[in-house]
């Protein structure tokens, strides 16, 4: 960068009415009802679509931006090793990485934050699946741990949105520890005695269900968002029977006792408010005495008011 690229390049475009930029997708096809939606209404309506209410995948920063009280902070993660295995298929894995990274502006498929939702303090994790398909490597899992580890810190709940196609293949065994590694991440946050919550975003799939993403305190999702372990044509082939109506779905989850509860995007934040204010409360709570006191069997007193018959 000089000058001649800093100023005098841009005020020549603007003296030879260069085309000024347009933004490209004004516009935005409903994958649910197929409708065109103008780019304002849905980002007013927070992504999702003001005619059939299909909720859209929307990215790791905008969800913290939807749930958490303006003047969230971003989480500095520690450095994962990258491309452990030297992954090759088509391409180096690293290239594909760099790629990604510069890409999404963040090192891997995870942001972590803190701040407040309606005033009560939270650490939040939210998985990016643009980021290669918010699949779980070393770096996601470092994320995770450092997610749990400040929220054991700040004795503040831990919220984690996912989005995930599951672990990451070019990490091989080394994608496939993080499992257990963030199980104990959240391990630690429970026995902390502070609230876990998880909101599964669609999709959440693969190693992710299979690991702290089913670990909740308390399970939420958003509606119609895709939640299993296998794909449905895998199960479907393998069981050799047709899945029912809506199987994987939010809904169809909620209604089997997967999930606790199905929260609409523009009704998540209230709602985290308010569920970490009641385990909050009940945690601030003196613990019931566990024998009962031995005078109140030994030596029935008088009751101090009888009644009008004795
Ligand atoms: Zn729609």
């Given at each position: ?57 929307i990215g790791a920063r905008q969800r ?21 295995l030297r992954f090759r298929d088509q ?30 303090r939270a650490v939040a994790a939210a ?184």
């Open positions: 960068m000089n000058w001649i690229s800093e100023w005098a390049l841009p005020k020549i475009k603007t003296l030879f009415g260069a085309p000024r930029e347009v933004p490209e997708n004004l516009w935005h096809k409903c994958p649910g009802c197929e409708q065109m939606v103008f780019h304002r209404d849905l980002e007013r309506n927070l992504h999702v679509c003001p005619q059939c209410g299909h909720h859209m995948r913290l931006d939807y749930t958490l009280d303006e003047g969230w902070q971003r989480i500095e993660l520690p450095k994962a090793p990258a491309d452990p391409r180096r894995y690293g290239d594909r990485l760099r790629e990604a990274q510069a890409k999404a502006g963040q090192e891997d498929a995870v942001v972590v934050a803190h701040g407040t939702i309606e005033g009560n998985f990016e699946f643009s980021f290669m398909g918010g699949s779980m490597g070393a770096g996601v899992g470092e994320a995770l741990v450092t997610a749990a580890r400040l929220a054991v810190l700040q004795d503040a709940p831990l919220v984690v949105f996912t989005a995930s196609g599951g672990a990451r293949m070019q990490e091989g065994a080394v994608s496939l520890m993080q499992m257990p590694r963030t199980v104990i991440a959240t391990r630690m946050v429970k026995e902390a005695g502070l609230p876990f919550i998880v909101v599964l975003a669609d999709p959440t799939t693969g190693g992710v269900t299979a690991s702290f993403a089913m670990l909740g305190d308390i399970q939420i999702a958003e509606p119609g968002a895709l939640i299993g372990f296998a794909g449905a044509r895998v199960i479907e082939q393998t069981v050799r029977e047709k899945l029912p109506e809506g199987f994987q779905r939010a809904e169809y989850l909620l209604e089997h006792g997967i999930l606790d509860m199905v929260v609409k995007r523009g009704e998540m934040r209230p709602t985290l408010a308010r569920l970490i204010g009641l385990l909050r409360q009940a945690e601030r709570q003196p613990e019931p005495a566990r024998t009962p006191p031995p005078l109140a069997l030994a030596a029935p007193a008088e009751p101090e008011s009888a009644g009008p018959l004795g």
